[in-house]
């Protein structure tokens, strides 16, 4: 457990080395690969944090989840087409900003509590950091498609076929929060909690664009601006509630 403290930091250090080598000309070539490290630093941390724990579930991790899941996105995405390597940066961007504000404000000064041994805390926690990365990686790819100012149809359809999965991985991520609620509490629902309230808004949020993309209501450019204005809206409502006050790191 004494690797922990730097592991975080080494996932940042790793990230900012891929930003730094995807705006580089010369070495951009290096960037993808500069993410493997930061997925593994970033997973490891998020392992050890899960065995601190066990079998209680390690809540709060919304900005430290989502780093390496976000490194691991852009480097499975091979290639060198413009989209491609816009996205790939996005990735580093998103997930050194998210780092840095996981090193930053760190939230992790609570204890588990018993009724977050239950299978539908983990599967909440696990389908919830899934789901926010899914359409995060959504929302890079419709910007890709606004960037690149001509309509590529392999970017188009990665943008929407991540936007139906975050949105499905996200419903099994509500659901699940529900029953474990309903089992541990008594109740699926509490109205009171500013998190369910902003958990619950985004999901209609995506039901609408959803419903707007399947009925091609909206022309494809509005469509895309539409993901990359939820990318704002997962931000602000859904990861900075994860964040707690002012740490220097490795205090």
């Not at 996105?73 to 050194?96: K, M, N, Q, Y």
């Not at 970017?155 to 999965?165: C, D, E, M, T």
């Not at 959803?210 to 091609?216: C, D, G, K, P, S």
Request: glycine share 8%; net charge positive.
């Amino acid at each position: 457990m004494f690797l922990a403290p730097f592991l975080l930091p080494l996932t940042v250090g790793f990230l900012a080395v891929s930003l730094a080598l995807a705006l580089s000309r010369a070495w951009r070539g290096f960037s993808r690969w500069t993410l493997v490290p930061a997925t593994i630093c970033g997973l490891a941390y998020l392992a050890l944090r899960y065995w601190g724990s066990w079998p209680m579930t390690p809540m709060y991790l919304g900005t430290v989840g989502l780093p390496p899941l976000l490194a691991a996105l852009g480097f499975a995405h091979a290639g060198d087409s413009p989209e491609t390597r816009f996205v790939r940066a996005g990735c580093a961007i998103l997930a050194l900003a998210l780092g840095l504000a996981s090193l930053f404000f760190p939230k992790d000064f609570y204890l588990p509590f018993l009724k977050t041994a239950s299978l539908f805390s983990h599967a909440y926690l696990i389908f919830t950091r899934a789901a926010k990365s899914a359409l995060l990686f959504s929302g890079l790819w419709s910007a890709a498609c606004l960037s690149g100012g001509r309509q590529d149809p392999s970017s188009q359809r990665r943008a929407w076929n991540w936007l139906a999965g975050g949105f499905g991985l996200w419903t099994l991520a509500m659901f699940s929060g529900e029953i474990w609620s309903y089992r541990g509490w008594g109740v699926p629902v509490v109205w009171e909690d500013a998190t369910i309230i902003a958990f619950t808004a985004t999901w209609f949020y995506y039901i609408g664009l959803l419903h707007l993309h399947l009925t091609r209501r909206w022309p494809t450019r509005a469509r895309h601006w539409a993901s990359v204005a939820g990318v704002l809206l997962i931000l602000a409502l859904n990861c900075s509630n994860d964040l707690g006050p002012f740490r220097p790191p490795l205090r």
